[in-house]
């Protein structure tokens, strides 16, 4: 059997949708077929793995000229000319079927899903550069973006007993109507309160819920005590990523790095879009106890009012991780300035509370015993009636829609591709297994 893929001239696009979705069918069809003459990527040897990534290649680049050239009449298909509100994962999945080819099936992520993140194929590339192309056509991307701030299924079937009985628990949040405060509590304390897809999930949920409970008029997020041994018995904010799900392959790049952004964090900017216009946003406090890390600090850029215990420290390791820390590159020199920003995201500098330049990132710094108190406080100044119309009007001039669109358009593709890239694999494979960043 031959290890080197044989070159085959690009399908040629003649601008007709369904002529030009056949030529895309046959062509990853036929490199799909060669891609399963090669063992399991674990068994290949430098030739063979050198033509699987030849044959994933060819695919993509046929992938990429369809989309350059169909986006638009592809996601007028898939949402009945904009009439469906589709989630990200709805979108994937559809497309699938509808345009087989052009993104994974749920068989083949099924199937990735089995391996550990060095042992995959990679196929979520694929779904990276369909969401990339999608966003880059603004009245598609916006049209995305309007769909995922959509209150969930899941969040609008519990609503009437949560308006009723005022708390909920999922299996990694925690939420209670406190008066009018709504306290999500971040409960995945065996991992340092570390984000994996579960958490996404409820956190989103909590936060609809949040925004659609009429008697609550401020959230506040703090993390749960912790059960891990190093911090047994203390409150933790977040340890950001769970590392040791993402060396097990199990952090999913629609649900979690891309849906995460779109979703929960974009909820908390921006709030809800109801059928009937009415507002459905609120204002957000954040406590932080012991470290906000990662996905924790970039929790904090989206809420208006933090209050940290003076023994804290925020920091974003993403890019010795080799990876981009969600939307905090557009956010976090708003707060810290561009070339303290680049220190946190560039060169990792973790920032201490009782360091000067943490005023700049949280508006209260108090001993750690007060944290709570001190939050609640600020919450409660935060329920003031002109609070969601003047913070509505700050976001719009911070991070207008079109520049967060813009943003997303190339994290789309950068934080698909940065999630298998060698050094990613090398690391993951090599250091992350047992999920500590510290």
């Known amino acids: 059997m031959s290890t080197v893929a044989v070159p085959v001239r690009e399908p040629r696009m003649t601008g007709d949708l369904r002529a030009d979705a056949a030529a895309l069918r046959y062509r990853t069809e036929r ?20 033509a699987a990534d030849g044959l994933h290649s060819s695919s993509r680049a046929t992938r990429s000229r369809f989309l350059a050239a169909h986006a638009p009449a592809v996601y007028a298909e898939l949402t009945e000319d904009s009439t469906l509100w589709l989630r990200i994962a709805e979108l994937a999945s559809a497309a699938a079927g509808r345009f087989p080819g052009l993104v994974p099936t749920r068989d083949q992520l099924d199937h990735e899903r089995r391996h550990r993140q060095q042992d995959k194929e990679a196929r979520e590339i694929d779904q990276a550069l369909f969401f990339h192309r999608l966003l880059s056509v603004p009245a598609v991307g916006r049209h995305v973006l309007d769909a995922m701030r959509r209150p969930t299924p899941r969040a609008l079937d519990l609503l009437p007993g949560f308006r009723d009985g005022g708390l909920t628990e999922f299996a990694t949040v925690r939420l209670e109507r406190d008066g009018d405060i709504g306290r999500v509590t ?121 209050v940290a215990g003076s023994d804290a420290y925020f920091t974003l390791p993403a890019a010795q991780e080799g990876i981009v820390p969600g939307v905090a590159n557009l ?108």
């Open 186 to 306: 971040l409960a995945n304390p065996h991992a340092l309160n570390a984000e994996d897809n579960q958490l996404v999930a409820d956190l989103e949920t909590a936060v609809d819920l949040v925004l659609l409970d009429d008697g609550i008029r401020a959230g506040l997020l703090r993390g749960a005590t912790i059960t891990h041994p190093r911090y047994a018995g203390r409150r933790v904010f977040s340890a950001g990523i769970n590392l040791k799900h993402l060396h097990q392959g199990r952090i999913s790049y629609v649900d979690f790095l891309l849906g995460r952004e779109m979703g929960v964090l974009n909820k908390i900017v921006r709030g809800l879009r109801t059928d009937d216009g009415t507002p459905a946003e609120k204002p957000w406090v954040a406590a932080v106890d012991t470290f906000a890390i990662g996905g924790g600090m970039q929790m904090l850029l989206t809420c208006d009012r933090v």
């Open 331 to 438: 956010r976090l020199g708003r707060f810290v300035g561009a070339r303290l920003a680049r220190d946190i995201i560039l060169n990792g500098r973790k920032l201490y509370a009782s360091e000067p330049e943490a005023r700049m990132l949280c508006e209260e710094i108090v001993d750690s015993g007060e944290v709570g108190t001190a939050a609640d406080r600020a919450a409660e100044r935060l329920t003031a009636p002109a609070v969601v119309a003047n913070r509505h009007m700050l976001n719009l001039a911070d991070e207008p829609p079109s520049a967060f669109l813009d943003y997303l358009t190339e994290f789309a593709l950068v934080q698909g591709e940065r999630l298998y890239s060698a050094d990613v694999l090398a690391k993951v494979g090599a250091n992350w297994s047992t999920g500590e960043r510290r």
């Open 31 to 50: 490199d799909d077929a060669r891609l399963a003459d090669l063992p399991a990527k674990p068994e290949r040897t430098p030739d063979q793995q050198q």
